[in-house]
């Protein structure tokens, strides 16, 4: 052999060679379409075939998803209707050295391509019993026969595919997971943060108006109850979005609870965000707390009526809420302006983008709330 061809086939890789290599390649790649492109690849080097293709099982068809005949590549086809899903549906490898030969061909398909010979092998998982979930094909332009070796290298490039496949899904789940947690600890932080501002808030507020550090504690004490029970609620809710009646029963649950009888509630599905359906349990707080000490709670003929409705033929649609308070001693406005009154008066109005109004009726306590539905508020 001339000095030329000894130093030329010294050079190419063997088939052993490529096969480690592509092997490889494989255990590498991280996504789906990485693992199609080497497997389509290798397909092509280790069998010296003309083009490759790599098929996926997606439902009742065969998906091309990677392939060097541009008439297939990205096409869907029945699965029983291609050499691909006779592959994966019966798990064995397809030989075809005459593709006009083979009746599980559909001759018509193949007319327009340069393919006239293939080897299609499934991908199955290593879970025994396992149904193939892609599969790999080598193309000719010619008839060929394929040979043994040039099957096995195609049928172990497949396990090696099948475990590529396994790793990229594991891979995906723990990028998700990843991201997940930096999501929740995000969350997290931001919630932590305005959970402590608002304790903050109400702190300040309560001070500011209480008459004596017992008044303080008292009052300081049962409004951090009220918000506690509000990120209770939500988090029973896993902090999406919460429906107003299950806000008013559980913030009116340590005054005697929604009973039908002293305590009603009704109407439409509305559910509120988790930002605002704080806000919600906090001002149904301070209503029934002042109930409680001034006004319809505070004597066993009281009543308290919770009700809301929404005008659907508003532009935007509007909530209309109102707590009306019956039978308990007569009413009358206090002197100054109280946390707990400019949280009614003005901070669910604001949250929500509406307006309320805080009536001190002799014949008991009138709060009105009107708010358009949003982002913040809507139609369960």
């Not at 290798?42 to 003309?50: E, F, K, L, Q, T």
């Not at 959970?195 to 808030?201: E, G, H, I, K, R």
């Not at 001034?294 to 659907?312: C, P, Y």
């Not at 709330?369 to 982002?375: I, M």
Request: glycine share 8%.
């Amino acid at each position: 052999m001339p000095a030329t061809s000894l130093s030329s086939a010294a050079q190419t890789p063997s088939a052993l060679e490529t096969l480690i290599a592509s092997v490889e390649e494989l255990s590498l790649a991280r996504t789906v379409d990485q693992v199609a492109a080497v497997a389509r690849q290798a397909a092509r080097r280790i069998s010296a075939a003309d083009g490759a293709a790599f098929v996926l099982r997606d439902g009742e068809t065969c998906w091309y998803l990677d392939a060097d005949e541009p008439l297939w590549k990205g096409r869907r086809f029945p699965v029983g209707a291609c050499i691909s899903g006779w592959a994966m549906l019966n798990g064995e490898t397809a030989i075809v050295p005459d593709v006009y030969r083979d009746e599980r061909i559909p001759h018509d398909v193949y007319r327009p391509t340069f393919v006239k010979s293939l080897v299609m092998t499934p991908v199955r998982p290593q879970d025994a019993g396992a149904n193939a979930v892609a599969a790999i094909g080598a193309y000719w332009a010619r008839p060929h026969p394929p040979s043994t070796d040039e099957v096995q290298r195609l049928q172990a490039i497949a396990r090696a595919t099948a475990v590529a496949l396994e790793n990229a899904r594991l891979f995906a789940s723990l990028t998700e997971a990843l991201e997940r947690r930096k999501f929740l600890l995000r969350e997290l932080d931001h919630r932590c943060k305005n959970t402590l501002a608002a304790v903050q808030s109400i702190a300040e507020q309560t001070l500011r108006a209480a008459a004596s550090p017992e008044a303080f504690a008292e009052s300081f004490g049962a409004r951090l109850a009220a918000l506690s029970r509000a990120h209770e609620q939500l988090t029973l809710e896993d902090w999406g979005r919460t429906g107003l009646m299950e806000i008013a029963c559980a913030a009116l649950a340590p005054y005697g609870g929604v009973d039908g009888e002293r305590i009603t509630a009704a109407g439409p599905g509305v559910a509120l965000s988790p930002e605002s359906a704080v806000t919600m349990h906090m001002t149904l707080n301070e209503l029934a707390l002042n109930a409680a000490k001034h006004g319809a709670l505070g004597t066993a003929e009281g009543r308290v009526s919770v009700a809301w409705s929404v005008d659907l033929a508003a532009e935007p649609r509007q909530l209309s809420f109102e707590w009306l308070e019956r039978g308990g001693p007569l009413v009358a406005a206090p002197d100054g302006e109280g946390f707990g009154r400019r949280l009614l008066e003005r901070g669910l109005a604001r949250d929500l983008g509406g307006a309320a109004r805080l009536d001190f009726d002799p014949r008991g306590v009138r709060y009105v709330l009107s708010a358009p539905l949003s982002g913040r508020i809507s139609l369960a």
